[in-house]
């Protein structure tokens, strides 16, 4: 049984530019969340989506947007990316009305940006 | 704003000692509380978890102690093992909302 399923595993870029990020959540699971790891920080909440929306928003700008599909696998888009961008992003994996029984992380993206 | 404290970046114990974790939070209205393992180059795993309406809960080697009123939660391993060294982040959420707030993490190093 896959876990939830984050690609690429690193990327680069430059500053300005923008980037996309992907998650495939756990087989039978319907709702995905997304954190940024600063270094030397905890996950910090960036927004979920349930049934192809965006359901909660953490304190994050509109420059980070997302996307859920059918077969509910999601990304996560980054826009004018500034340095301090640079980050893990983990992405989180539940069923909707399970609550935080069974939330399962991949093993996130790290963005470095240059 | 820092709701949740984790004010040790890092704890060592030797092996077979209890090791202790702290995780202080601002806000009164979260009633449910988690304790995250994190090894290099993995997500996060979930370790134990307590609803406000306990003070206590055990499983295995992993007790969580809640403190409502000093709003301070504590993660005791005993007996520590080798495999116990990884970053121990604290969380936390509203019951039914999936949205956790975790602390800046505490590395724990079991020394053999």
């Known amino acids: 049984d896959a876990g939830v399923t984050q690609s690429p595993t690193h990327l680069i870029k430059t500053r300005g530019q923008q980037v996309t990020l992907r998650c495939s959540p756990k087989s039978g699971h319907d709702t995905v969340s997304w954190y940024q790891q600063a270094l030397g920080q905890g996950p910090q909440f960036i927004f979920q989506?349930?049934?192809?929306?965006?359901?909660q928003r953490g304190n994050f700008p509109d420059r980070f947007s997302g996307h859920q599909f059918p077969n509910y696998s999601s990304e996560l888009n980054v826009n004018a990316l500034l340095l301090g961008d640079s980050a893990l992003y983990l992405c989180?994996?539940?069923?909707?009305?399970?609550?935080?029984?069974?939330?399962?992380f991949g093993s996130g993206t790290r963005l470095t940006v240059v | 704003d820092q709701q949740v404290k984790q004010n040790s970046p890092s704890l060592s114990v030797q092996e077979g000692r209890i090791s202790i974790l702290n995780c202080d939070y601002t806000?009164?209205?979260?009633?449910?509380f988690l304790w995250y393992k994190k090894y290099p180059a993995e997500g996060p795993t979930f370790l134990i978890s307590?609803?406000?309406?306990?003070d206590k809960n055990e499983d295995g080697r992993f007790t969580v102690f809640l403190n409502k009123s000093a709003k301070h939660l504590s993660l005791h391993i005993v007996p520590s093992q080798p495999g116990d060294s990884a970053v121990y982040f604290c969380?936390?959420?509203?019951?039914?909302?999936?949205?956790?707030?975790f602390g800046t993490g505490t590395r724990l190093t079991i020394i053999p």
């Open positions: 806000n009164s209205m979260f009633d449910y």
């Open positions: 307590i609803s406000s309406i306990k």
């Open positions: 969380a936390v959420a509203n019951f039914g909302n999936e949205k956790l707030t």
């Open positions: 989506y349930y049934e192809e929306e965006e359901r």
């Open positions: 989180a994996s539940s069923l909707f009305d399970r609550g935080l029984n069974g939330y399962t």
